[in-house]
């Protein structure tokens, strides 16, 4: 019983002075401005301290340090200290977020007002946020709060604002959420910088420039070779299903490996994953999980053997730097690789950097370009009418290459992708794709300039956005909108010809690769690449789904990882003629 009076003692002392300071956290720290990942660290290290300090302290006061009573009266003091300062301290924020926040006027469930780890877990039950979201709206409306400082809006009118040339909007913080210790501003990709200023030095300084009308034209003749061995191995499994994401996701990454390194991950040749790449799939599906719960990142990352597999692909990119190195110490003649064009402006880059850049290069290439192949021939293998418009349009192109007359300068990869780039139907088939089933199914974060944004509502007075708010607009929703596309859930690529223009009401609600200064770098590889491996495939193969196939897996087990992680769906391939 002594020990309870003492406890009870203490918290009539120390309580409410406990009770205030949690309030006080709250309303002069965690409430004013971001409090990332560095923030969270330097919190746990002073409670760490604050608490150590007081266990150490009531040991002292309440007997000597042999004394089993005052180390049981000291481990239960700071126990209840910290009950008194959290409870306030999360009342405190619940109240404020709930019935104060700037945000509260908008709708939305109320626990996602409170906090997102409603959202973490269900992502890591069932890891379709795109769909919860989307589903949202259709309850809530097209501006809803889908987080404590956070709204998603389901606008056309929106996405220039959000995400165009003259936005004044900056990414958000979950591009820090995907890094670890280190310098944030310098020490990462292009990808992750949120400064403005530094992003566009660097991506002028490296990704630019490699991505130039010249540079393209130079990488087409390597994916067209690649193509060509992908479609030699289809052809020893032909007449046999296939599961398509799984396959293509073996040939966009060794496109990526050549194109981005001059060096294939052999996953064509041995018609399997490279190991090294492993950890992409999994990091991914657990990376979108835990974004909305920042501080599991560093935890989970400390554990033994969780960067194992991160180490190994490490490994690899380090392997290819340095040989990229080597080839340049020997005067050796420069391939036409992307990192052998970008390593002679990397030279000032920290080791990280280094690092980071180049596993932007494969994971940002590799991912979105696997599925929208996925996606296309999906749709096609299911309708032969649209396959065999297509073939047509490709045969006629065939033709017409064989009469034409070549430019003495011109390559044979010169010549078909020429011959293949402008045809409106492949075009169609790809631009439908990319709208229907955008590799990036939900919004890209952005951050509110201080001054806030206003979102035209076609009501007169535009929605005001308050400065410093989490905003964006899901892609998928919004390409799949009865208000901008008739027909919306159907495929048909018709929409983007001459045949159906009528079919697209609002030609601002297609963004697949966003826009603005944080546009997606790697647009035009992604076109080229799209293009050759659809018209090369269907114009060697006929593709129908396997016997059984419905889809079902396709429509129900596709994951939002940021880049969506496709359900599998199985087809077979015939060669044509046979």
């Known amino acids: 019983m002594a020990l309870f009076f003492d406890l009870l003692d203490i918290a009539k002392e120390k309580g409410p002075l406990l009770a205030a300071a949690g309030i006080s956290a709250h309303v002069f720290y965690w409430s004013r401005g971001e409090r990332g990942a560095k923030e969270g660290r330097a919190w746990v290290y002073a409670n760490l301290i604050v608490n150590t300090l007081a266990l150490l302290t009531t040991i002292n006061n309440h007997g000597s340090w042999t004394s089993i009573y005052a180390w049981v009266l000291g481990i239960s003091t700071v126990f209840v200290l910290n ?31 409170l906090s997102k780890f409603v959202t973490g877990y269900e992502n890591l039950e069932k890891n379709r946020n795109f769909e919860r979201v989307w589903n949202l709206h259709k309850q809530y ?5 889908t987080g404590p400082q956070e709204l998603s809006i389901l606008s056309a009118e929106a996405i220039d604002v959000i995400y165009g040339p003259s936005s004044k909007c900056t990414r958000g913080p979950w591009y820090d959420r995907l890094k670890g210790s280190g310098d944030f501003t310098h020490d990462y990709a292009v990808f992750h910088m949120r400064d403005p200023a530094v992003h566009s030095q660097r991506r002028k300084a490296l990704w630019d420039k490699v991505f130039s009308g010249r540079a393209l034209k130079s990488y087409q003749p390597m994916v067209i070779r690649t193509t060509e061995q992908f479609l030699d ?30 060096h294939s991950f052999n996953n064509i040749e041995t018609w399997e994953l490279n190991p090294s790449l492993h950890f992409i799939k999994n990091m991914r599906a657990g990376q979108h999980v835990m974004v909305h719960t920042p501080w599991l990142i560093s935890l989970l990352m400390s554990l033994p053997g969780a960067g194992s597999a991160i180490r190994d ?16 110490e020997r005067n050796e003649v420069p391939g036409e690789d992307i990192m052998t064009r970008m390593l002679p402006s990397m ?34 293998a299911r309708n032969q009418f649209l396959q065999r418009k297509l073939q047509a349009e490709l045969d006629s192109a065939a033709a017409k290459r064989q009469k034409d007359s070549v430019p003495p300068t011109d390559s044979p990869e010169d010549t078909y992708y020429r011959s293949i780039s402008s045809l409106p139907y492949l075009n169609g088939c790809v631009s439908e794709a990319l709208r229907i089933q955008p590799p990036v199914h939900g919004g890209i974060q952005r951050k509110t300039p201080p001054e806030g944004i206003h979102i035209p509502n076609g009501k007169g007075t535009p929605t005001f956005i308050p400065g410093d708010t989490l905003v964006s607009v899901p892609i998928l929703p919004v390409q799949n909108d009865p208000r901008y596309y008739r027909n919306p859930e159907a495929y048909v690529p018709e929409r983007w010809t001459d045949e159906k223009p ?33 018209a090369m495939l269907f114009g060697r193969f006929n593709v129908r789904l396997a016997e ?17 992680s496709l359900g599998e769906f199985r087809v077979v391939f015939s060669e044509r003629g046979e």
């Not at 692909?313 to 340049?328: C, L, M, S, T, V």
Request: one cysteine or more.
């Open 83 to 113: 009950i008194c300062f959290y409870f306030s301290l999360f009342t405190s924020v619940l109240t404020y977020r709930a019935f104060f926040h700037r945000l509260h006027h908008f709708p939305g469930p109320f626990s996602l007002k």
């Open 141 to 145: 409306g097209d501006i809803i709060r």
């Open 233 to 262: 191995a289809v052809a020893q499994r032909v007449n046999q299903p296939l599961s398509v994401p799984s396959t293509m996701s073996l040939l966009s990454y060794d496109l990526m490996g050549v194109v981005g390194w001059g």
């Open 313 to 328: 692909y490490g490994n690899w990119i380090q392997d290819r730097i340095q040989e990229k190195r080597q080839q340049e």
């Open 347 to 380: 030279r000032d880059l920290s080791k990280k950097a280094l690092y980071s850049e180049g596993e932007l290069l494969v994971i940002a290439g590799g991912d979105t370009s696997s599925v929208t192949m996925s996606v296309i021939i999906y749709h096609l």
């Open 502 to 534: 009528d079919w697209i009401m609002n030609r601002a609600a297609y963004f697949p690769f966003v826009g603005g200064a944080y546009s997606c770098v790697g647009k035009g590889l992604a076109y080229i690449e799209l293009r050759v491996v659809v």
């Open 548 to 564: 059984g196939e419905d889809g079902r897996r396709f429509r129900e087990e596709t994951r939002d990882t940021f880049v969506a």
